[in-house]
């Protein structure tokens, strides 16, 4: 053998010791000293006075944050939502003869308003014998919480079949910590006995069905304020009850809640808002029992603390 040919053996021998010195070297400090784990960001919101919480990324099902979102707690206005949700179902969708029947669908399209729905709580100025589109009425209920336009699209369909609709929705989207006898989400009684009761995390879901399937109705609840006309001429300028969206540049939805009983309540959906390029997610926050005005800080503080956690 060469002298050439046991020099080139002797390398590659060499680089083979080397190589598995090496291995075993990184193995072993492996072994002392593992890999650092992932860190996971951590969601901060100081200051919630809610009972309840539920944040959710609707697009992928990340649910960000939740506190005692599988407890039962009155709705107060939330209900409204299902309520325009059952209107435009009775409307678009096809339904048996007699269904159909029961739910006077001779002309589903408009509303009168009647002296029997402007007995209840708030007054939005509506008028007795003034007719809505139905689609009109639905977006004033929504942006101004009117139970008066509640009351009057009830009636209007069937004053007893609308809320055991409802209820039957609820059902078929198992939803079903929710529950309703009425469709204003005023409590039965204002010192025990609330009308509509569900958990924070069905209720997002339940917004989420909401906005995805009539966003049109939807966006008009991102309004500070908007102008309404009906069919009999009338025009009503109604501001929205939500006072955080001013401070929610990105919000698409929102839907506020209040009573005795329920406290504040606010659900709204918005787009993230990250400093890293980062694509920004839809976002759901449902607020349950909070304060009055509580729910509205609690609104901020949840928004400013999702676009944090989704930076991390």
């Not at 339940?206 to 609840?221: E, M, Q």
């Not at 929102?254 to 309540?265: M, P, R």
């Amino acid at each position: 053998m060469s002298y050439r040919t046991r020099t080139i053996i002797n390398f590659i021998i060499l680089i083979i010791v080397s190589s598995a010195i090496c291995a075993f070297t990184v193995s072993a400090i492996q072994q002392i000293n593992p890999p650092f784990p992932e860190i996971k960001p951590i969601f901060i919101a100081h200051g919630i006075q809610a009972k309840a919480l539920y944040v959710y990324s609707p697009s992928t099902g990340e649910v960000i944050y939740q506190k005692n979102s599988s407890t039962i707690l009155p709705l107060a206005s939330l209900t409204k939502i299902m309520t325009a949700l059952v209107a435009e179902q009775i409307r678009n969708e096809p339904v048996s003869p007699e269904v159909a029947n029961a739910f006077k669908m001779g002309n589903p399209e408009t509303v009168p308003i009647s002296e029997k729905a402007l007995k209840l709580d708030g007054d939005q100025g509506l008028k007795n014998g003034e007719v809505w589109s139905i689609d009109e009425l639905i977006k004033l209920m929504l942006l101004s919480s009117s139970n008066d336009a509640a009351a009057a699209i009830r009636q209007h369909l069937n004053d007893y079949l609308f809320v055991n609709e409802m209820n039957d929705l609820a059902k078929r989207l198992n939803l079903n910590t929710l529950s309703f006898t009425n469709e204003t989400g005023l409590d039965n009684s204002t010192e025990t006995i609330p009308g509509d009761t569900g958990t924070a995390k069905d209720m997002a879901k339940l917004f989420n069905y909401f906005v995805t399937k009539y966003p049109d109705i939807a966006a008009a609840t991102r309004l500070q304020s908007s102008q309404f006309i009906s069919l009999s001429g009338f025009s009503h300028v109604e501001d929205n009850t939500d006072k955080a969206i001013p401070r929610i540049p990105t919000i698409m939805a929102s839907k506020t809640g209040f009573t005795d009983l329920a406290g504040g309540n606010l659900v709204f959906e918005f787009k993230s808002e990250t400093k890293i390029n980062r694509t920004p997610k839809d976002i759901i926050v449902v607020i349950l029992g909070s304060t009055k005005e509580g729910r509205f800080s609690d609104a901020i503080t949840l928004k400013n603390s999702v676009n944090n956690y989704l930076d991390n």
